[in-house]
């Protein structure tokens, strides 16, 4: 099956939607199928895989690591693109891609799948602080209904952003299919050698923050956390890993707890090795994000068998629970804080997390959720392309009164 992907968003933007087609298109092409991806040049170079078309973009002033792609640009490729003779088109963001994406696919003749990333209620307000939070988020709900409706199947990573969804209107057929994991990728990593980078003595306990270092992702509750466990913790350090628009915030924010000593921001970190390292060295994985509609980064420390300590909001909690490597606090940092204590005080714990973790990632390994989505394909495809004014005259049908 021949397959054309598009997205706002891919690397070297670093981010859980470019994490997700890297990985869904490396196993869909093992499995036999061919991926195309259009996506945004960036001003950094980045090695591209075959098949990738990069379409020239601009800067983006509220959030400067992301790129608006010209539309005029694929357009222009149009031609070239309907040559490849596409079965199917899927939409990974709901900007420019998807608009382009449903151009392409009437054009082509094809169905259309899009995959719903991102929470965008509980997300907009941190990036247009300007206007009320309740119209915003009555707004994203209208937004995300219309965009769901207008395509012939979504894919969702988590049974809470189904059931999220079904409560503003999507009346489309919603798959639950999140991203898998690529075992082999997270295997090694010289911790010993992080930590020295770092000037963090062998044996002080190391927390660990992987992700975009922005404001819906609530890494000032780690931070406050962190302030509770130093009380009887003190040498306690917290490593976050990531860069974003919140990090001046949190770097004043951290001064202010008096946790300088305590916290290091390294940046992004190369997924093939740094990364690794990185992961190695710490003795638990902390994630409080309340948006998340998956949490890919608490399968990636579970693969290396890295203990967790996480909130169970959105999407984490189809992964986070009893038998599964985390320790699942309440939603409050003092709770939070005593579950970090619990860790990083006992070794025990520690080990049978640890050991937990890697025995269940497995149930999420990359290539049986490739063939769920190949699977999907197929069944879209036999079903055929409703035709976007079906798909108007639907989206009529169900604007109905948001929750």
Partial sequence: MRILMISDVYFPRVNGVS???????RELDALGHEIHLVAPAYPAPYPDEPRTLRIPSSYLPLDPEDRRMHGRAIRAAADRLERQRFDLVHVQTPFIAHYLGLELAQRFGVPVV???????EEYLFHYVPCLPRAWLRAAARRFSRTQGNSVDALVVPSTAMRDVLAGYGVR??????????????????????????LGIPA??????????????????????ALALVRRRAPSTVLVIAGEGPARSRL???????????????????????????????ADAFVFASRTETQGLVLLEAMAVGLPVVSTAVMGTRDIVGPGRGALVPDDDERSFADAIERIVSDSVLRGHLSREARAYVREWHADALARRMAALYADVVAAGSRGHQVAREREAQYDVPMR
Avoid: W
């Avoid at 994490?19 to 298109?25: K, L, M, V």
């Fill in 203 to 224: 044996g002080t306990p190391m927390l660990l923050f992987v992700g975009r270092v922005a404001h819906e992702k609530n890494i000032d509750f780690l931070l406050n």
């Fill in 251 to 281: 770097e004043r924010l951290t001064d202010r707890l008096g946790l300088r000593g305590n916290v290091h921001f390294v940046g992004y970190l190369d997924r093939r090795t740094t990364l690794l390292d990185c992961y190695a060295a």
């Fill in 114 to 120: 899009e995959t719903y990333h991102t929470f965008f």
């Fill in 19 to 25: 994490t997700s087609i890297q990985t869904f298109r």
């Fill in 172 to 197: 489309t057929p919603m798959h639950v299919l999140p991203t898998g994991i690529p075992l082999a990728d997270f295997n090694g990593g010289d911790g010993a050698r992080f930590r020295t980078d």
